[in-house]
């Protein structure tokens, strides 16, 4: 039988319906392939066909001539998400999960359209509210960034709507605005919630950069607001810039001793959700009693580890902050609020010029659950150290005071 060919486009065709397929549980196959291969054929001819005359700019963020719409771009219903059409943007995106070759590497002219959706002024700036600490934009040139946010579309969602569901492709990434959101994970048929979002942070950018499904289910539990990105604009864009980024990062985060005990495969997802952050001499780093957002490696320079003692005061009357730990290259703090689930333990401030490698709290729980053990022997050895100095832990167990 070897010498029987494959059609070309046959294994993406039949890859696009049985994920249609796995979704729906239709009672009737042989009806739904009717049904499916019928609309794929009309939105395959309708995307073939001149492009229409574009509405009025007061109607919105319809696109205008020369612009490429996202299917989901103004999906505001719950019905939006139990369509079964094959949309010709979301099937070309769920088959490029398995099906395209992209090499993030290779300096290729870019010659694919661009995606805009026009927005008002007043959506721009909450656009840009919004992205102005997502971690993957911010090493983005500026021409970069501006793509980025031309090419994102607002999404409005309801209590327990579903906005990503663990095992589905990844179409696209999502940036929040407002609203709160739980992240649930089955696995060996029970589904418990990992984490949440407050208002702020990002997912889905995991299974668009690794052609995966997605990991984790995201359920609002409140109304709010999501700025989407399409993932052919993603991988575009951010996934060729993070390319660039992982030459620079990779060598270093091997040397790092914390995550020795992770895969190659873990490691690489590490470099690519991680920011950089530079500082000056002096300059404080996280602040003691704060709420922790972000874990910090040390890229280069050196960080002091100052906590506030309660038997110690200064010429103000104030707590004096006394040094507890000097850190440097490949070393990290910040990790301790993270753990424990509480505020800023202490504080830290830049010795020299610091150039830190940057995690916000979202990825961490995502990508380090495997480093928890070793984090959290540490906490008693900085236990230690307050013993040793101050004669009890009490400044450690209770920092925001």
């Given at each position: 039988?070897s010498?029987?060919?494959?059609?070309?486009?046959?294994?993406?065709?039949?890859?696009?319906?049985?994920?249609?397929?796995?979704r729906?549980?239709?009672?009737?196959l042989?009806d739904?392939?009717?049904?499916?291969?019928?609309r794929?054929?009309e939105?395959?001819a309708?995307?073939?066909s001149?492009?229409?005359?574009?509405?009025?700019?007061?109607?919105?963020?319809?696109?205008?001539?020369?612009?490429?719409?996202?299917?989901?771009a103004?999906?505001?219903t719950?019905?939006?998400e139990?369509?079964?059409?094959?949309?010709?943007?979301?099937?070309?995106?769920?088959?490029?999960?398995?099906?395209e070759t992209?090499?993030?590497?290779?300096?290729e002219?870019?010659?694919?359209?661009?995606?805009?959706h026009?927005?008002t002024?007043l959506?721009?700036?909450?656009l840009?509210?919004?992205?102005?600490?997502?971690l993957l934009?911010?090493?983005?040139?500026q021409e970069?960034?501006?793509?980025?946010l031309?090419?994102?579309?607002?999404?409005?969602?309801k209590?327990?709507?579903?906005?990503?569901?663990?095992?589905?492709?990844?179409?696209?990434?999502?940036?929040i605005?407002?609203?709160?959101?739980?992240?649930?994970?089955?696995k060996?048929?029970?589904?418990?919630?990992?984490?949440?979002?407050?208002?702020?942070?990002s997912?889905?950018?995991?299974?668009?950069?690794?052609?995966?499904?997605?990991?984790?289910?995201?359920?609002?539990?409140s109304?709010?607001?999501?700025?989407g990105?399409?993932?052919?604009t993603f991988?575009?864009?951010?996934v060729?810039?993070n390319?660039r980024k992982?030459?620079?990062?990779?060598?270093?985060?091997?040397?790092?001793?914390?995550?020795?005990?992770?895969?190659?495969s873990?490691?690489m997802k590490?470099?690519d959700?991680i920011?950089?952050?530079?500082y000056?001499?002096?300059?404080?780093?996280?602040?003691?009693?704060?709420?922790?957002?972000?874990?910090?490696?040390?890229?280069?320079?050196?960080?002091?580890?100052?906590?506030?003692?309660?038997t110690?005061?200064n010429?103000?009357?104030?707590?004096q902050e006394?040094?507890i730990?000097?850190?440097?290259?490949?070393?990290?703090?910040?990790?301790l609020a993270?753990?424990?689930?509480?505020p800023?333990?202490?504080?830290?401030?830049?010795?020299?010029?610091?150039?830190?490698l940057?995690?916000?709290?979202?990825?961490f729980?995502?990508l380090?659950?495997?480093?928890?053990?070793?984090?959290?022997?540490?906490?008693?050895?900085y236990e230690?150290?307050?013993?040793k100095?101050?004669?009890?832990?009490m400044?450690?167990?209770d920092p925001?005071?």
């Amino acid at each position: 039988m070897s010498h029987i060919q494959i059609p070309r486009g046959l294994t993406e065709l039949l890859q696009g319906y049985t994920v249609e397929v796995l979704r729906q549980q239709p009672p009737d196959l042989v009806d739904f392939a009717v049904d499916y291969f019928t609309r794929l054929r009309e939105a395959r001819a309708q995307a073939s066909s001149p492009p229409a005359t574009p509405p009025p700019a007061s109607q919105g963020l319809e696109p205008g001539p020369g612009l490429v719409a996202d299917a989901n771009a103004d999906s505001d219903t719950e019905d939006d998400e139990d369509l079964d059409v094959p949309i010709l943007g979301r099937f070309d995106r769920r088959v490029s999960v398995c099906a395209e070759t992209f090499n993030p590497d290779e300096e290729e002219e870019d010659t694919d359209p661009r995606v805009i959706h026009p927005k008002t002024d007043l959506q721009r700036c909450r656009l840009q509210e919004a992205c102005k600490d997502i971690l993957l934009f911010k090493n983005l040139d500026q021409e970069q960034l501006s793509q980025v946010l031309d090419a994102m579309f607002e999404r409005t969602v309801k209590v327990d709507e579903h906005v990503i569901d663990q095992g589905d492709d990844g179409d696209n990434f999502y940036v929040i605005e407002r609203g709160t959101y739980d992240i649930l994970v089955t696995k060996d048929h029970q589904t418990r919630s990992v984490g949440q979002y407050d208002n702020r942070g990002s997912f889905g950018e995991l299974a668009l950069m690794y052609n995966t499904p997605r990991a984790a289910t995201i359920v609002a539990t409140s109304e709010g607001s999501l700025w989407g990105l399409d993932r052919v604009t993603f991988r575009r864009i951010i996934v060729k810039n993070n390319a660039r980024k992982r030459k620079m990062f990779e060598s270093f985060i091997e040397s790092v001793p914390l995550l020795k005990s992770l895969e190659l495969s873990e490691r690489m997802k590490i470099v690519d959700v991680i920011g950089e952050k530079t500082y000056k001499d002096g300059e404080r780093i996280i602040t003691q009693g704060e709420k922790a957002d972000s874990f910090y490696i040390i890229e280069s320079g050196e960080v002091s580890i100052l906590i506030r003692s309660k038997t110690k005061a200064n010429k103000d009357g104030g707590n004096q902050e006394v040094e507890i730990a000097r850190c440097h290259k490949g070393q990290y703090f910040g990790e301790l609020a993270l753990v424990t689930n509480k505020p800023r333990a202490a504080s830290a401030y830049a010795v020299g010029d610091v150039k830190c490698l940057v995690m916000d709290v979202q990825a961490f729980e995502r990508l380090l659950g495997p480093c928890m053990d070793i984090m959290k022997r540490n906490i008693s050895h900085y236990e230690e150290q307050l013993v040793k100095m101050f004669g009890s832990s009490m400044d450690l167990i209770d920092p925001g005071q």
